[in-house]
């Protein structure tokens, strides 16, 4: 399918509808700044311009796709980090819903991943290599996995991004389940739509004195299993 026309402005400030618009935007506008970095002298693709970004979530979107994972939840398994990031990008570009889980590597991660998992139920499970190829060991630590289906990041790199359909672009279609980190009780979640992750960056933005001129509408948060996050996203989630 052709890419279509952006439904929005950085430069003159009209709404855009999803933060993956907002990467394609950035990918045509100013291809060779780089966006992220990491002190990693192992990785050869580093640091990451907004161009390749682009190209990586999209192969991560195309694939995602394929295995019909879209206005699902898919649950990442990845450290924080680059890989973390295009896949996030990945998700938003698939028009799937993503819920970042900590790679059980000790056992306070292995909890949390095991309650979140309960609580959320994911159809899928997208990781890194390593990880897909301990997913027998993985699905049973972590019995809500199980019927999961796995998907290798890596098979991205076969596939072709001219294969990838732009999802319906709805600002108030769920893209993220976020977690609290569930130290003291089991991890609490909460919908969030796109409009209330632009939302949410653009408040960011102004904290930090940044000048994006990115307008990002309203924001919206929806309840999941009994938790609601505020409209204004300024108090605590609270039990509905």
Do not use: N
Request: charged content about 20%.
């Amino acid at each position: 399918m052709s890419r279509q026309a952006h439904p929005g402005s950085v430069a003159t400030g009209h709404a855009i509808g999803t933060l993956f618009d907002l990467l394609e935007i950035r990918a045509d506008r100013t291809p060779e700044r780089v966006v992220l970095s990491a002190f990693d002298p192992a990785r050869t693709d580093v640091p990451l311009t907004y161009a390749r970004l682009l190209r990586r979530a999209l192969r991560v979107a195309t694939l995602l796709q394929e295995v019909r994972a879209s206005r699902k939840p898919v649950l990442l398994l990845f450290p924080a980090g680059l890989d973390h990031a295009i896949a996030l990008f990945g998700c938003l570009g698939a028009g799937a819903i993503a819920v970042s889980a900590p790679t059980p590597d000790t056992p306070e991660r292995l909890a949390r991943l095991r309650g979140l998992a309960r609580d959320c139920a994911p159809p899928f499970v997208l990781c890194s290599h390593a990880l897909y190829e301990r997913r027998a060991a993985l699905t049973a630590a972590v019995p809500a996995l199980a019927t999961a289906h796995w998907v290798d990041v890596g098979d991205a790199r076969a596939v072709s991004p001219s294969h990838w359909i732009r999802p319906v672009g709805d600002p108030h279609a769920v893209c993220l389940l976020h977690y609290s980190a569930g130290t003291t009780a089991e991890p609490k979640g909460a919908m969030i739509d796109h409009a209330g992750l632009l939302a949410s960056l653009q408040r960011l933005e102004q904290a930090l004195g940044l000048r994006t001129g990115v307008d990002t509408g309203s924001a919206g948060c929806r309840p999941i299993r009994g938790w609601v996050c505020s409209r204004d996203c300024s108090r605590r989630c609270t039990r509905t």
